[in-house]
T-cell receptor, first 112, second 115 residues
Framework: EPEVTQTPSHQVTQMGQEVILRCVPI?????FYWYRQILGQKVEFLVS????????KSEIFDDQFSVERPDGSNFTLKIRSTKLEDSAMYFC??????????FGPGTRLTVT | AQSVTQLDSQVPVFEEAPVELRCNYS??????LFWYVQYPNQGLQLLLK??????LVKGINGFEAEFNKSQTSFHLRKPSVHISDTAEYFC?????????????FGTGTLLAVQP
């Protein structure tokens, strides 16, 4: 059964550094998403991406964040200058057409 | 805007007992509803969904949920739980006809199954 994959599983970075989180969505899916979950809190929507552009973004997704689909398989989330409060689990999800989304295992980002 | 409330942050239950995890939502438009499960140190797995049709939906691992439009609820039930059901359970909604289908999650309920 196809799955969404994410790399790395855990990323430790220093405050102010740039990080890129990578995702490989399910191959025939068209809609792509990033969510985050700060420890002990609920899962929050960050951004959705369709047809090579952002279709919606949340208030959290400020100028420090960007997304890209550099080729036919990868979907990346870049944080330009990380802050302590960016420490969280970041989930990628993809969807073919229907509203249900399939999530990857997540990348735990720790900013020190 | 939509919101999801999971009133129980933790539900302890003994193995083989029945369980109900509560989910209520608020929305000015119709919504699709989902339950996701998160096992320790893992990602989110789709447990079941309500898109349309019968209000009683069955999911994986013996779970089911009933959509009640008048009470704006989508409670999750299982008649007999196992130790392996110990996990965090998240209820989520997305509005009908939304451009992006972004999911709005509740705060989660930790189901702790004891022997």
């Amino acid at each position: 059964e196809p799955e969404v994959t994410q790399t790395p599983s855990h990323q430790v970075t220093q405050m102010g550094q740039e990080v890129i989180l990578r995702c490989v969505p399910i191959s025939n899916h068209l809609y792509f998403y990033w969510y985050r979950q700060i420890l002990g809190q609920k899962v929050e929507f960050l951004v959705s991406f369709y047809n090579n552009e952002i279709s919606e973004k949340s208030e959290i997704f400020d100028d420090q964040f960007s997304v890209e689909r550099p080729d036919g398989s990868n979907f990346t989330l870049k944080i330009r200058s990380t802050k302590l409060e960016d420490s969280a689990m970041y989930f990628c999800a993809s969807s073919r057409q229907a509203p249900e989304q399939y999530f990857g295992p997540g990348t735990r980002l720790t900013v020190t | 805007a939509q919101s999801v409330t999971q009133l129980d942050s933790q539900v302890p239950v003994f193995e083989e007992a029945p369980v109900e995890l509560r989910c209520n939502y608020s929305s000015s438009v119709s919504v699709y509803l989902f339950w996701y499960v998160q096992y320790p140190n893992q990602g989110l797995q789709l447990l079941l969904k309500y898109l349309s049709g019968s209000t009683l939906v069955k999911g994986i691992n013996g779970f089911e949920a009933e959509f009640n439009k008048s009470q704006t609820s989508f409670h999750l039930r299982k008649p007999s739980v196992h130790i392996s059901d110990t996990a965090e359970y998240f209820c989520a909604v997305t509005p009908y006809g939304g451009a992006t289908n972004k999911l709005i999650f509740g705060t989660g309920t930790l189901l702790a199954v004891q022997p």
